[in-house]
């Protein structure tokens, strides 16, 4: 998942080895990766590069090697575990819209998802989900037995390491983005799950309105993209994409936006809203999935379906002076609430569980 700009999936492997790295011993870890970009200093951990080519090769074959050559007693992936393994297998599902609203996906994507997920979640030893809410709709869709599943949430990702502000202001500026006009943030793949066509609606509504801003849209095109970019072609000069940031200036584009707006139509989790809140920006999102289960009291919630309710959140956030310091109180204390240290402690317990079931 790391090096391939998946986004929230890459933030949450790369964030469990982080994670694993401040625990004491009793284990050993071995980080499976393609490619050469991703190395990391981390205690008990062993980086191995896999063979190239498709990701079916890997599931059939190199990985299935690996548990035997190197002994494992647990093999733990993403959504999709391997034809075959010597030892346990442990798999993370961080949710299944595509199950609901197939609509959101490609024809291939939804084929692969809905043959090998829940073949996976049936064969796994354990199941890991990051949200009360995928846990709900994972048993009650699959039938899983509940003790098989285990919530384990996730944690902000290397965007919310701080930043001045005047190198976030260097590295925004340098990106072509004026500074005297604030901004309204979204971040995230462009498709339809994210729903930035009703967002750019709201940002042309509160231009129409007076309010002097405009939308800064950062993440990799990804399927029915040109949908959003055909929305933002009506809101003239108001709207910018940048593509996927590194995470340095992802932390600056957080640092330095006026309000950050994550209008998702449904999320697993939803990683974007706590980075905004590591950098004390305040948070208007929407009430589905498991956005509030998240956020808490740290958000201005909305309907997504409602271009109005996103105007009148996004208006209220933007011009109250003191709802935005309320919500910039509450993010900070929301933060606390999750750490990547904890996430490790879960995830190693569910590891022992299926070790044992073997």
């Known amino acids: 998942m790391v090096g391939g700009h998946e986004t929230g999936n890459e933030t949450y492997v790369r964030g469990l080895v982080d994670g694993f790295s401040e625990l004491d011993g009793g284990f050993e870890l071995f980080v499976y990766h393609v490619g050469s970009g991703w ?3 981390a205690r008990n951990s062993h980086f ?3 063979a190239g080519g498709s990701a079916w090769i890997r599931l059939a074959a190199d990985l299935p090697m690996r548990t035997v050559r190197d002994g494992l007693d647990v ?7 391997p034809l075959w393994a010597r030892c346990p297998t442990v798999v993370t599902v961080h949710d299944i819209s ?3 609203h197939p609509e959101w996906f490609s024809a291939r994507d939804l084929r692969v998802l809905s043959r090998s997920v829940p073949w996976s979640i049936r064969r796994a030893a354990r199941v890991i989900t990051v949200s009360e809410t995928s846990r709900a709709q994972i048993i009650e869709r699959y039938g899983v037995a509940p003790q098989k599943i285990v919530c384990v949430p996730c944690a902000p990702g290397p965007a919310a390491a701080p930043l001045d502000d005047d190198a976030a202001r260097d590295l925004v500026s340098k990106r072509g983005l004026n500074l005297d006009r604030p901004y309204v943030l979204a971040v995230g793949n462009l498709q339809p799950r994210k729903n930035l066509e009703r967002l750019v609606e709201a940002v042309v509504n509160l231009v129409s309105a007076g309010v002097d801003v405009e939308l800064v849209v950062v993440g990799p095109t ?3 993209a040109a949908d959003v970019f055909a929305a933002a072609r009506k809101a003239e000069d108001r709207v910018r994409f940048t593509g996927y940031l590194s995470d340095r200036e992802l932390a600056a584009f957080y640092r330095c936006a006026a309000v950050f707006a994550f209008p998702s139509l449904f999320e697993g989790f939803g990683i974007p809203p706590l980075e905004a809140m590591a950098h004390q920006v305040p948070v208007a999102c929407s009430n589905t999935g498991a956005l509030v289960e998240v956020c808490g009291d740290a958000a201005e919630y909305f309907d997504p379906y409602d271009v109005e309710a996103i105007t009148a959140a996004l208006h209220t956030v933007l011009t109250d002076s003191g709802r935005r310091a309320e919500l910039i109180r509450a993010g900070q204390a929301r933060l606390r609430e999750f750490t ?3 996430s490790a402690e879960m995830t190693l317990a569910v590891y022992r569980e299926a ?3 073997g």
């Open 98 to 100: 595509f199950a609901f």
């Open 39 to 41: 190395t990391a200093t």
């Open 340 to 342: 990547w240290r904890r």
């Open 75 to 81: 093999l733990h992936t993403t959504y999709t575990i």
């Open 222 to 224: 990804h399927y029915r």
């Open 355 to 357: 070790a044992g079931s």
């Open 48 to 50: 191995r590069r896999l």
